[in-house]
């Protein structure tokens, strides 16, 4: 029977076009921080770890990046800290969390060690690695750990007490000449003889802290008889006799970061600039000024280059002015995500310095006052909206910003009936923006001094709307809008809860205006804090708090009766066969084109639940999945392709659902995988459906086998059973769908091999 099947299944696969295998997770992170630098003369490549993962450099290809590794990878942890290639050609990656990722780089695999990250210690950040023969000792935010190369195991005890300084006192470099191993801590130098002593008793240490090396020394390096260490307060050096300020008062006092020996030259980092002297003559200091900010300074192997680090633009090999990194986010936090409807991705950076960025699908842009001037006259972005055809990043000081294919115009004071704040008439603090259904753009404010805390883009001019008492010393901020064109606006300040609006039809006239107020505390005692809202496909308006979700689900009724609005109502999870509270402390919340939610949490992850809030579908989270962090600040969901993004502070996540819209008209029904060998720990896909088809398997005889309802997207879903719970035989079997009236109908084939 076998044999007979598999020819047939050979032809099968033959003519059924196969289901896209689209990566399931894609991160995108900024490498352009670079903290650590390890160079490989063997595969004559650079190594340079950053706050978003690793990138390599060939640098037989002018300096081209030739590859980059996250989380999705093979790394634990994506911010790194520290890297070291042991005598064995194996990459070692420190991480802030304390995980150690080693990377062979002959063979590419991986392997890694968890003693630190699992450890009970309070500070586990991995802050240098320093391979010295058979050993790596690790410098880490509680004392030094040597670990042998050859077996990974753990030499002696941490070091934890190095002579006089407090226990677990960080240590943040390391060096050796001879038999002596420097360690450069936040107490200040200490040195011992790692041969012949046990450095576990603390008398083996000696120690030096008068200043400027009495806190925070960075960096510590040898040559010789000669020690040079770097601290927060100033750069000093060990003659062969005693320690002494760096012999050049010009940069003895400065902050250094790192130092580094290449043949007879000492070179360091003196605030953010790049210093050189000879070693034959220390006070000749050539200081290189550069608008970059440097960070870490590495050599290769031959002592033929400097690699220069920077803090936001990759490195530099030997002085060339070209910046290397790869093409990557300008910074790892998103604030919010949109979507435009070419399937651009576009970011706003929260914070002062970042501006906002867009993803093309190919290369990321950063847009602010030095890319893109016309933005306005701060680069604090903290929203950004896209809704007909035009994409807003709503400015924190600078007002909102509009994009409209090319043509990018700012909105603030000077230029516009927008307002200031009570104490700087020019801080513009637009904060949250939707469109009506009517086209205009609503904009809330954070903070102002018009006595107007809502403002409307309509007709190419704005319209301003007076606060009624109910809200007149509270700040707005995040607005959805319902299908009676009702806005809803969370608020903050004096007064907390959720406001709702609505011009009745006559944005002009505010005589007819229509609104209410939600109290923070209508929603109960344990709500602290309103963080988000949305309007869903079913027009119930959902928001998130510190304690659960709330929904509305007849906001008309608001509008009927705004002194008396219908209560909001917590959402309930089935477990068991009862509903329980759902309690996450919520962040944000987005429905998909299936309308089912997904909910970014303070500290869990993502909830994905169904359309009605009452099953738990998944959990994505930081420790089981390749999201980036636990803590997700936004959430947008394509419906042309069902990708989800999370954006955080590390980064933003994509990954893949089923939830994409549906097709006009069939053409091809597409399976995968095919052949779908059962029981299966996956689903079989059906792509490629109309709205809410109806879906029958069927043997080639026409028997059917199974037969259920799409979820109302262009995808599918079926586990190869019955309603009985019954395995298909193996065998081919037609798959056939159709829409509702059965004037559609659309056709494909799959190969089931069960086990």
Request: no cysteine.
């Given at each position: 029977m076998i044999t007979r099947f598999i020819p047939a299944l050979l032809m099968l696969l033959v003519t059924v076009a196969g289901y896209s295998q689209e990566a399931q997770w894609i991160n995108y992170t900024d490498l352009k921080s670079v903290t650590s630098i390890a160079y490989d003369s063997a595969g004559n490549r650079t190594y340079c770890a950053s706050k978003g993962g690793l990138f390599v450099v060939d640098n037989s290809q002018s300096g081209t990046v030739v590859k980059k590794y996250t989380n999705l990878d093979g790394l634990i942890n994506i911010s790194l800290t520290s890297l070291a290639i042991d005598k064995n050609r194996r990459l070692w990656i420190g991480a802030s969390d304390g995980s150690i990722s080693i990377l062979d780089l002959g063979s590419s695999s991986w392997k890694y060690i968890f003693d630190i990250k699992n450890s009970t210690e309070s500070n586990k950040i991995i802050n240098f690695l320093y391979p010295v023969g058979n050993f790596m000792f690790i410098a880490t935010g509680y004392g030094i750990h040597k670990v042998s190369v050859s077996n990974l195991t753990f030499i002696d005890a941490p070091y934890y007490k190095l002579g006089s300084f407090p226990v677990n006192t960080t240590?943040?470099?390391?060096?050796?000449?001879?038999?002596?191993?420097?360690?450069?801590?936040?107490?200040?130098?200490?040195?011992?003889?790692?041969?012949?002593?046990?450095?576990?008793?603390?008398?083996?240490?000696?120690?030096?802290?008068?200043?400027?090396?009495n806190a925070e020394v960075r960096t510590v390096e040898t040559s010789g008889q000669l020690v040079f260490a770097g601290s927060d307060g100033g750069f000093s050096y060990f003659n062969g006799t005693s320690w002494a300020p760096y012999p050049n008062s010009n940069v003895s006092s400065r902050p250094t970061k790192d130092v580094q020996l290449m043949n007879d030259r000492i070179f360091f980092i003196g605030g953010s600039n790049l210093l050189v002297a000879p070693l034959s003559d220390l006070p000749n200091v050539s200081e290189y000024l550069d608008p970059a900010s440097y960070s870490v300074l590495a050599r290769d192997s031959r002592n033929d280059w400097i690699i220069s680090g920077y803090t936001d633009n990759g490195i530099r090999i030997n002085g060339n002015s070209d910046f290397i990194f790869p093409n990557s986010p300008y910074t790892n936090i998103f604030s919010q995500v949109t979507l435009d409807d070419n399937g651009s991705i576009w970011a706003a950076g929260g914070l002062p310095t970042n501006g906002f960025y867009r993803f093309d699908g190919s290369k990321w842009e950063n847009y602010n006052l030095s890319t893109h001037p016309e933005i306005g006259n701060s680069n604090w972005f903290q929203k950004i909206v896209y809704g007909n055809g035009t994409v807003w990043a709503l400015g924190f000081g600078g007002g909102p910003t509009m994009i409209r294919?090319?043509?990018?115009?700012?909105?603030?004071?000077?230029?516009s009936i927008l307002p200031g704040i009570s104490n700087d008439p020019n801080f513009c603090a637009s904060y949250g923006g939707a469109y009506d259904l009517n086209g205009a753009f609503w904009v809330t404010f954070f903070g102002t001094n018009s006595g107007s805390s809502m403002y409307a883009y309509y007709g190419d001019q704005w319209i301003r709307f007076l606060n009624p008492s109910t809200i007149a010393a509270s700040t707005l901020s995040q607005v959805a809008v319902d299908s009676y064109n009702t806005k809803w606006v969370v608020t903050a300040g004096s007064r907390s809860g959720v406001y709702f609006f609505n011009e009745n039809g006559s944005i002009e006239n505010p005589a007819d205006d229509i609104y209410g107020f939600y109290d923070i505390a209508e929603f109960g005692s344990e709500i602290t804090n309103i963080t988000y809202l949305?309007?869903?496909?079913?027009?119930?308006?959902?928001?998130?708090?510190?304690?659960?979700?709330?929904?509305?689900?007849?906001?008309?009724?608001?509008?009927?009766?705004?002194?008396?609005?219908?209560?909001?109502?917590?959402?309930?999870?089935?477990?068991?066969?009862?509903?329980?509270p759902f309690t996450e402390n919520c962040v944000t919340i987005a429905n998909d084109i299936l309308n089912d939610k997904w909910i970014g949490t303070e500290t869990n992850g993502v909830f994905h639940l169904s359309s009605d809030g009452a099953t738990l579908i998944q959990q994505l989270n930081a420790s089981q999945t390749p999201l980036l962090a636990n803590k997700v600040n936004t959430i947008a969901i394509s419906s042309k392709n069902g990708r989800a993004y999370f954006g955080t502070q590390n980064g933003l996540s994509s990954y893949k659902t089923d939830a994409v819209e549906p097709v006009n008209d069939?053409?091809?029904?597409?399976?995968?995988?095919?052949?779908?060998?059962?029981?299966?720990?996956?689903?079989?896909?059906?792509?490629?459906?109309?709205?809410?088809?109806?879906?029958?398997?069927?043997?080639?005889?026409?028997?059917?086998?199974?037969?259920?309802?799409?979820p109302g997207g262009r995808?599918?879903?079926?586990?190869?059973?019955?309603?009985?719970?019954?395995?298909?035989?193996s065998g081919v079997y037609i798959i056939v769908a159709f829409n509702s009236d059965g004037s559609k109908v659309g056709k494909g084939k799959v190969a089931i091999v069960r086990k």
């Open positions: 240590v943040y470099s390391l060096a050796s000449s001879g038999n002596l191993l420097y360690a450069a801590t936040k107490s200040g130098v200490a040195w011992g003889n790692y041969v012949n002593s046990n450095l576990n008793n603390p008398a083996s240490w000696s120690n030096y802290n008068a200043a400027p090396l294919g090319n043509e990018i115009m700012n909105f603030n004071p000077s230029n949305i309007v869903e496909k079913n027009n119930e308006v959902w928001i998130t708090t510190n304690n659960g979700v709330f929904i509305i689900a007849n906001p008309l009724g608001a509008i009927q009766n705004p002194s008396a609005p219908p209560r909001p109502q917590k959402l309930g999870i089935i477990s068991g066969n009862l509903r329980v069939f053409d091809k029904i597409i399976v995968s995988p095919n052949p779908y060998v059962i029981p299966s720990s996956v689903d079989l896909k059906i792509d490629g459906l109309v709205e809410n088809s109806s879906i029958k398997i069927m043997s080639v005889s026409g028997s059917i086998f199974t037969e259920f309802e799409s995808i599918a879903s079926w586990n190869g059973q019955n309603s009985n719970g019954d395995l298909a035989p």
